[in-house]
């Protein structure tokens, strides 16, 4: 049993804290900007609450966090009552944020200089990995630190890698974007195709999903996505502050990434035709309008 903080009760944050407390056995403190979501966390879990990040952080052997993007992750960081102000030297703060490889070097910077380690594990899996304890996590950071977190994060966490120094985590969840992208454009162009074509959707996904094309997305998104049904996973305006990572770190890098511009660019009009909050396979509704 550790002593641990988290920070955050999203979608993701709340069910991957409470497997930290209800899987993981650990002692285990939240903070969340909405009180009232960090009590309903408490009262469910049999947990406790603090009312900064600095207070939750304090006396913990590892902080865990999962907020929005690099804003609210400098906030709760190193802003005022942030959680590195209360962080014991030899502690390790986990950042499950998908957020830049640039503020992940920066805050590894940081902590170095406070005594303490940090790790960016951004996860994959969207909220069904999530509540069931599933995830795929991405880690970057200094082989010690990591051999200490991987047991913990194992409690929400079917698959821990590290992939390197600080950064690597985020840069490979950079990957996972940009190959997700593809691969819905690529499956709702597929559907599209085959309608037009006069198939039986059905069919044709049943026998294909056997051979090459077969894929995660192809598995657990083309009925719904064929019923014209777009609330099963994660929302396009996420998706497009993900691309924007990966596209600003491709002008750094000098990657050429033609497909995830047009991915993105594609999302873009399915917000303005009302599905910013619609999942990620609604790609299609762009071809079917």
């Given at each position: ?84 102000a ?27 200089k ?8 951004p996860?994959?899996g ?10 795929t ?127 993105d ?12 909050r ?12």
């Amino acid at each position: 049993m550790a002593k641990v903080a988290f920070l955050g009760l999203g979608v993701m944050g709340f069910p991957m804290a409470g497997h930290l407390m209800a899987k993981g056995g650990h002692d285990v403190t939240v903070f969340n900007r909405s009180t009232a979501k960090a009590q309903a966390w408490a009262e469910k879990f049999r947990g406790k609450t603090a009312s900064t990040p600095q207070a939750a952080a304090e006396g913990q052997d590892f902080v865990m966090c999962c907020v929005g993007n690099d804003h609210d992750l400098r906030a709760v960081t190193t802003g005022a009552g942030g959680a590195f102000a209360g962080m014991k030297a030899g502690a390790v703060f986990v950042d499950h944020t998908t957020a830049s490889a640039e503020v992940a070097r920066e805050l590894d910077a940081e902590a170095a200089k406070r005594g303490f380690n940090f790790i960016d594990a951004p996860v994959s899996g969207g909220q069904a990995g999530a509540e069931n304890g599933a995830l795929t996590v991405m880690c970057g950071g200094s082989p010690d630190a990591y051999a200490k977190a991987e047991p913990v994060i194992a409690a929400y966490a079917r698959m821990c890698k590290l992939l390197g120094t600080a950064g690597s985590g985020q840069l490979t969840k950079m990957v996972n974007q940009i190959c997700i992208a593809g691969l819905v454009e690529g499956l709702s162009e597929g559907i599209h195709f085959a309608k037009k074509a006069g198939l039986d959707v059905h069919a044709v996904i049943d026998t294909i999903s056997k051979g090459a094309a077969q894929s995660w997305q192809m598995e657990n998104r083309y009925k719904t996505m064929n019923d014209g049904k777009f609330d099963f996973g994660f929302a396009v305006e996420w998706m497009r502050k993900d691309l924007s990572i990966c596209l600003a770190e491709a002008r750094r890098n000098g990657a050429s990434l033609p497909v995830t511009a047009l991915c993105d660019a594609f999302y873009a009009e399915v917000e303005k035709m009302g599905g910013k909050r619609w999942d990620t396979s609604s790609l299609l509704a762009r071809l079917e309008r």
